[in-house]
């Protein structure tokens, strides 16, 4: 288990540290009445680099929230954000552009973040364009130099995505993500959406990642298991807040808090014998 | 409740604007009725320069404004020189002419899009829908003038329908039934026409509409629940389909005044359209403003009664404009 | 033992926008019988949703039930006119479709909603079937039926929508619900929820059901049988203790690994690779004359690239497809 000690030698300092954060959504309607809706409150965390920090609630819990406003997509009400030192929260449009490569987000459905209109070489060149870095020659070779990053082959360059399968979709939005070299990766429950078998090849992709690249993950899921599967620490959220936070296997051999406990007992689960392994 | 009436507000501001804006762009037109008049050698240049002061010619421009409204305000909308009477009267009989023949030719229009666009929708890309398509695509080549012209043609040929026009010659003498029937006849061919030229947008967005709801997948779970098909089509899809076919409703009966225009004057329908014409020609200011005003009116009322229908079909609407 | 459903045979295939035949399922044959829960496995490609809807003949029209019978209440509904299928779907036979934020009409009341399923199938007056609405909103809402009733489905969560399709597929008091991914898009406490409703339905009104899913772990403790599919083809089939605890299949043995330990039971598995199936399903190896899952098969052997295996029984009424246990 990674402890703040044991990351040989490198800055035991935290990659993401967040302290005291809150996001209201407030809603005039036309009839006068104000709604406020807290979506986040007081939340406190960090990340070490290098590890995976996994959030987990249900939904209307605040993680997706929270998940864009660590991506600079969404502006917190109040509370700080600081990343490799600098504080984040109260950027303008020009800082947050600055700091978007280093945090990239993640999203459940691929269908939806990427553009059905451009094939595969597109998009992954439009990081490149849009942060005007590249020439025409070099976004072919860096394109096929992420594709082989995340296990697809060279030759999908020229499909659009509805051609693609949901695991292969899901590499492509990681290796879209991966274009600017982010330091922070953020899944909003990037595998929920697909089939148990893709889900465990997309996780080893994600580990494997960690390892070569020293990748830090903040995984935002409902799904316990595969939370306590990849993460090093696990938050639980409800209601906005966290509930509980801790090392993994603490917080899931000791829950805490009923809503931990809740979580743990929605898991479902295959009855595992000595068979099913060895079959 | 609230999010109606700041619809009547928007629509009240536009009226206004506009009238201010036609009056401005009418006003500033070169020529007024009286040119006309000074050129004619029989009328006395004094004769000219006392009605040029009686209606205020040359009054500047935001105190002919200002007693324009007034006459407004009076149910008068100020004075047609050319008719010598007061604009209102004048306006509101015409306007009943075209409104005769206008929601006709909508409720008809409709009353065939529908069914028509449902059953092209429900046989999307086979040979019944392609030649709906076909169709649709000839009517709307055709120019409605060609279509007006047409169909005078046929009324002289044939002699079946009246050439144009109201009512006949002997309307008064008819019995009751006898007007009605000579109404009827007169307003064949012109309804035809509209309804010919209005058919192939409205067919086009029904099917459109219908088409795209039939693949959802509510519609499909609504077969495996075994709903028979009439329930499925105009309660579910219809139902479904609403929204932009609403939308185009209101704005049908925005232009229900000037779209008849065109088959108005070539069919010699005393409605608005024939009005309008002589009265831009004739520098008819007043005339010119009120019938302007009252499309307006009618584009706005139009709208409004889009909002008013969507907010009543579409409970999501309602949601968003109150609160929760 | 009764069969109250039973498919014999079934080969569906789409045409494709080039014009060629694209199998989907091909030799799909088992039972359902009374009152029990069968779960059906599937992953993308399967044909696990084409299975549901080829069952009530609600594929889209590429779709083409090549050969096949599926025999219900005396009568093979391949064969069926389309006046008596109409009756049965709904009625007799409900189909729960994914994704209950798509599955309801947007701008129609719930009570409204499910009356329409009663309309469609009962004679009775109007107001027997407003009476029935509420007495089947009361079932499947505890609390609160009174109020979802009056909703929107735009006002109601995912669990509460997923509910409302269940009261539709009660409504009639069929004999089978065939349930494609009812719980996919949910939390995993309103999926616990939904599964005890089903159990609770299945106890009072002794509905049978097939559950199909992607994820095998819902099953346990939930269904009587299951049933694997892969490639369009069933590849096991047996009691859920026993596929469940000991598959024989290669493939469900690899899918069963790739689901992560149960968290908190073992330690040292965390942050360790799964064990994954290479590659993805391609629909060339369901063409081709071999096994479909042999591209990918770790166990596989010569025999499996030569032609594909049969469904043969192994135990009690456990059956596999593979050649491993052909002898």
Not at chain 1, 121 to 127: G, K, N, Q, R, Y
């Given at each position: 288990?990674?402890t703040?000690?044991?990351?040989?030698?490198?800055?035991?300092?935290?990659?993401?540290?967040?302290?005291?954060?809150?996001?209201?959504?407030?809603?005039?309607?036309?009839?006068?009445?104000?709604?406020?809706?807290?979506?986040?409150?007081?939340?406190?965390?960090?990340?070490?680099?290098?590890?995976?920090?996994?959030?987990?609630?249900?939904?209307?819990?605040?993680?997706?929230?929270?998940?864009?406003?660590?991506?600079?997509?969404?502006?917190?009400?109040?509370?700080?954000?600081?990343?490799?030192?600098?504080?984040?929260?109260?950027?303008?449009?020009?800082?947050?552009?600055?700091?978007?490569?280093?945090?990239?987000?993640v999203?459940?459905?691929?269908?939806?973040?990427?553009?059905?209109?451009?094939?595969?070489?597109?998009?992954?060149?439009?990081?490149?364009?849009?942060?005007?870095?590249?020439?025409?020659?070099?976004?072919?070779?860096?394109?096929?130099?992420?594709?082989?990053?995340?296990?697809?082959?060279?030759?999908?360059?020229?499909?659009?995505?509805q051609?693609?399968?949901?695991?292969?979709?899901?590499?492509?939005?990681?290796?879209?993500?991966?274009?600017?070299?982010?330091?922070?990766?953020i899944?909003?429950?990037?595998?929920?959406?697909?089939?148990?078998?893709?889900?465990?090849?997309?996780?080893?992709?994600?580990?494997?990642?960690?390892?070569?690249?020293?990748?830090?993950?903040?995984?935002?899921?409902?799904d316990?298991?595969?939370?306590?599967?990849?993460?090093?620490?696990?938050?639980?959220?409800?209601?906005?807040?966290?509930?509980?936070?801790?090392?993994?296997?603490?917080?899931?051999?000791?829950?805490?808090?009923?809503?931990?406990?809740?979580?743990?007992?929605?898991?479902?689960?295959?009855?595992?014998?000595?068979?099913?392994?060895?079959? | 409740?609230?999010?109606?009436?700041?619809?009547?507000?928007?629509?009240?501001?536009?009226?206004?604007?506009?009238?201010?804006?036609?009056?401005?762009?009418?006003?500033?037109?070169?020529?007024?009725?009286?040119?006309?008049?000074?050129?004619?050698?029989?009328?006395?240049?004094?004769?000219?320069?006392?009605?040029?002061?009686?209606?205020?010619?040359?009054?500047?421009?935001?105190?002919?404004?200002?007693?324009?409204?007034?006459?407004?305000?009076?149910g008068?909308?100020?004075?047609?020189?050319?008719?010598?009477?007061?604009?209102?009267?004048?306006?509101?009989?015409?306007?009943?002419?075209?409104?005769?023949?206008?929601?006709?030719?909508?409720?008809?229009?409709?009353?065939?899009?529908?069914?028509?666009?449902?059953?092209?929708?429900?046989?999307l890309?086979?040979?019944?829908?392609?030649?709906?398509?076909?169709?649709?695509?000839?009517?709307?080549?055709?120019?409605d003038?060609?279509?007006?012209?047409?169909?005078?043609?046929?009324?002289?040929?044939?002699?079946?329908?009246?050439?144009?026009?109201?009512?006949?010659?002997?309307?008064?003498?008819?019995?009751?039934?006898?007007?009605?029937?000579?109404?009827?006849?007169?307003?064949?061919?012109?309804?035809?026409?509209?309804?010919?030229?209005?058919?192939?947008?409205?067919?086009?967005?029904?099917?459109?509409?219908?088409?795209?709801?039939?693949?959802?997948?509510?519609?499909?779970?609504?077969?495996?629940?075994?709903?028979?098909?009439?329930?499925?089509?105009y309660?579910?899809?219809?139902?479904?389909?609403?929204?932009?076919?609403?939308?185009?409703?209101?704005?049908?009966?925005?232009?229900?005044?000037?779209?008849?225009?065109?088959?108005?004057?070539?069919?010699?329908?005393?409605?608005?359209?024939?009005?309008?014409?002589?009265?831009?020609?004739?520098?008819?200011?007043?005339?010119?403003?009120?019938?302007?005003?009252?499309?307006?009116?009618?584009?706005?009322?139009?709208?409004?009664?889009?909002?008013?229908?969507?907010?009543?079909?579409?409970?999501?609407?309602?949601?968003?404009?109150?609160?929760? | 033992?009764?069969?109250?459903?039973?498919?014999?045979?079934?080969?569906?295939s789409?045409?494709?926008?080039?014009?060629?035949?694209?199998?989907?399922?091909?030799?799909?044959?088992?039972?359902?019988?009374?009152?029990?829960?069968?779960?059906?496995?599937?992953e993308?490609?399967?044909?696990?949703?084409?299975?549901?809807?080829?069952?009530?003949?609600?594929?889209?029209?590429?779709?083409h039930?090549?050969?096949?019978?599926?025999?219900?209440?005396?009568?093979?509904?391949?064969?069926?006119?389309?006046?008596?299928?109409?009756?049965?779907?709904?009625?007799?036979?409900?189909?729960?479709?994914?994704?209950?934020?798509?599955?309801?009409?947007?701008?129609?009341?719930?009570?409204?909603?499910?009356r329409?399923?009663?309309?469609?199938?009962?004679?009775?007056?109007?107001?027997?079937?407003?009476?029935?609405?509420?007495?089947?909103?009361?079932?499947?809402?505890?609390?609160?039926?009174?109020?979802?009733?009056?909703?929107?489905?735009?006002?109601?969560?995912g669990?509460?929508?997923?509910?409302?399709?269940?009261?539709?597929?009660?409504?009639?008091?069929?004999?089978?619900?065939?349930?494609d991914?009812?719980t996919?898009?949910?939390?995993?406490?309103?999926?616990?929820?939904?599964?005890?409703?089903?159990?609770?339905?299945?106890?009072?009104?002794?509905?049978?059901?097939?559950?199909?899913?992607?994820?095998?772990?819902?099953?346990?403790?939930?269904?009587?049988r299951?049933?694997?599919?892969?490639?369009?083809?069933?590849?096991?089939?047996?009691?859920?203790?026993?596929?469940?605890?000991?598959?024989?299949?290669?493939?469900?043995?690899?899918?069963?690994?790739?689901?992560?330990?149960?968290?908190?039971?073992?330690?040292?598995?965390?942050?360790?690779?799964?064990?994954?199936?290479?590659?993805?399903w391609?629909?060339?190896?369901?063409?081709r004359?071999?096994?479909?899952?042999?591209?990918?098969?770790?166990?596989?052997?010569?025999?499996?690239?030569?032609?594909?295996?049969?469904?043969?029984?192994?135990?009690e009424?456990?059956?596999?497809?593979?050649?491993?246990?052909?002898?």
């Open positions: 288990m990674k703040e000690a044991s990351i040989g030698g490198q800055a035991c300092r935290p990659i993401l540290k967040v302290e005291r954060l809150e996001k209201r959504y407030t809603r005039q309607s036309l009839s006068g009445t104000r709604e406020e809706l807290v979506a986040l409150r007081g939340i406190e965390f960090s990340i070490l680099p290098g590890t995976t920090l996994a959030v987990v609630g249900e939904s209307g819990s605040g993680k997706s929230t929270l998940a864009l406003c660590l991506a600079c997509l969404e502006q917190p009400t109040s509370g700080r954000i600081w990343f490799e030192g600098r504080d984040i929260s109260q950027l303008a449009e020009s800082g947050r552009r600055e700091i978007r490569p280093q945090i990239q987000l999203f459940q459905d691929p269908a939806n973040s990427l553009n059905p209109r451009w094939d595969v070489l597109e998009i992954l060149s439009e990081p490149f364009v849009l942060q005007k870095r590249t020439t025409i020659k070099g976004m072919k070779q860096r394109a096929v130099s992420l594709l082989e990053r995340v296990g697809l082959s060279s030759g999908i360059v020229a499909r659009l995505p051609e693609l399968s949901g695991g292969q979709r899901q590499r492509l939005a990681i290796a879209r993500a991966l274009a600017l070299e982010p330091k922070l990766l899944l909003d429950e990037a595998l929920s959406a697909l089939d148990c078998s893709v889900q465990a090849q997309i996780a080893n992709l994600l580990m494997d990642l960690q390892d070569s690249l020293g990748m830090t993950y903040l995984f935002v899921t409902h316990l298991a595969m939370a306590a599967h990849l993460a090093d620490e696990i938050a639980v959220m409800n209601c906005g807040r966290i509930v509980e936070r801790g090392p993994a296997e603490e917080v899931l051999r000791v829950p805490k808090h009923e809503s931990t406990r809740e979580l743990l007992a929605a898991v479902p689960r295959i009855p595992r014998t000595p068979n099913s392994v060895t079959g | 409740m609230r999010y109606l009436l700041g619809r009547a507000a928007h629509a009240l501001f536009l009226v206004v604007g506009v009238s201010i804006l036609t009056f401005l762009f009418t006003t500033l037109a070169p020529g007024n009725y009286f040119d006309e008049m000074r050129m004619n050698p029989q009328i006395a240049p004094e004769t000219v320069a006392a009605l040029r002061a009686q209606y205020q010619i040359d009054r500047p421009l935001p105190v002919r404004y200002a007693s324009w409204l007034n006459s407004v305000v009076h008068q909308m100020g004075y047609s020189f050319a008719y010598n009477s007061p604009v209102a009267p004048i306006l509101l009989m015409r306007a009943r002419n075209t409104l005769l023949l206008a929601i006709t030719a909508t409720l008809l229009a409709w009353g065939i899009a529908l069914p028509l666009g449902i059953w092209s929708a429900e046989r890309g086979r040979l019944p829908d392609r030649l709906v398509s076909w169709a649709t695509a000839a009517l709307l080549v055709i120019p003038l060609a279509l007006a012209l047409g169909f005078l043609v046929i009324a002289v040929r044939t002699g079946w329908f009246p050439v144009g026009g109201m009512s006949s010659l002997d309307f008064d003498s008819l019995t009751l039934s006898g007007k009605f029937r000579d109404l009827a006849l007169h307003m064949v061919l012109p309804v035809a026409a509209l309804v010919l030229s209005a058919l192939p947008l409205l067919i086009r967005h029904v099917r459109a509409a219908v088409a795209e709801v039939l693949d959802a997948p509510f519609l499909l779970a609504a077969r495996g629940h075994g709903i028979p098909r009439r329930v499925l089509v309660r579910y899809a219809l139902r479904a389909a609403a929204n932009p076919l609403i939308s185009l409703f209101g704005f049908s009966i925005g232009t229900l005044l000037s779209g008849s225009l065109l088959v108005e004057v070539v069919m010699s329908w005393p409605g608005l359209g024939p009005l309008l014409l002589e009265s831009i020609l004739a520098r008819d200011l007043y005339v010119v403003i009120g019938g302007v005003l009252l499309s307006t009116l009618f584009l706005v009322t139009g709208n409004f009664i889009a909002d008013i229908l969507l907010y009543w079909a579409d409970p999501r609407i309602r949601r968003e404009s109150t609160a929760a | 033992m009764t069969f109250v459903l039973e498919i014999r045979d079934l080969h569906v789409y045409r494709s926008r080039e014009g060629d035949l694209r199998a989907a399922l091909a030799e799909v044959s088992f039972e359902l019988r009374a009152g029990e829960i069968l779960g059906v496995v599937g993308s490609g399967s044909g696990k949703s084409t299975l549901a809807a080829a069952i009530v003949r609600l594929l889209p029209a590429t779709g039930i090549t050969r096949g019978a599926v025999h219900f209440e005396g009568k093979d509904l391949l064969q069926s006119e389309f006046e008596e299928l109409r009756q049965i779907r709904g009625g007799r036979i409900s189909l729960i479709f994914q994704e209950p934020s798509l599955a309801l009409h947007p701008t129609l009341r719930v009570s409204e909603q499910v329409q399923v009663v309309a469609a199938h009962k004679t009775a007056s109007k107001n027997a079937h407003r009476e029935r609405t509420s007495q089947v909103l009361a079932t499947v809402f505890p609390e609160q039926a009174d109020r979802i009733s009056r909703s929107y489905p735009h006002q109601l969560s669990g509460q929508r997923q509910r409302v399709l269940i009261a539709q597929a009660i409504a009639c008091g069929p004999r089978v619900i065939i349930a991914e009812p996919a898009s949910l939390d995993p406490t309103t999926q616990m929820e939904i599964l005890t409703v089903f159990r609770t339905l299945r106890e009072k009104l002794g509905l049978a059901m097939i559950f199909i899913t992607h994820n095998p772990a819902l099953l346990t403790g939930f269904a009587d299951v049933l694997v599919l892969y490639g369009g083809r069933v590849i096991e089939l047996g009691p859920a203790g026993t596929v469940l605890a000991s598959p024989r299949h290669p493939y469900t043995k690899a899918l069963f690994q790739s689901v992560p330990e149960n968290p908190g039971e073992r330690e040292n598995s965390r942050k360790t690779r799964l064990p994954s199936i290479a590659g993805d391609s629909p060339a190896s369901t063409r004359e071999e096994c479909s899952f042999a591209p990918r098969c770790a166990e596989r052997m010569d025999v499996c690239g030569e032609r594909k295996p049969n469904l043969l029984n192994i135990g009424s456990h059956a596999v497809s593979c050649f491993k246990y052909e002898n």
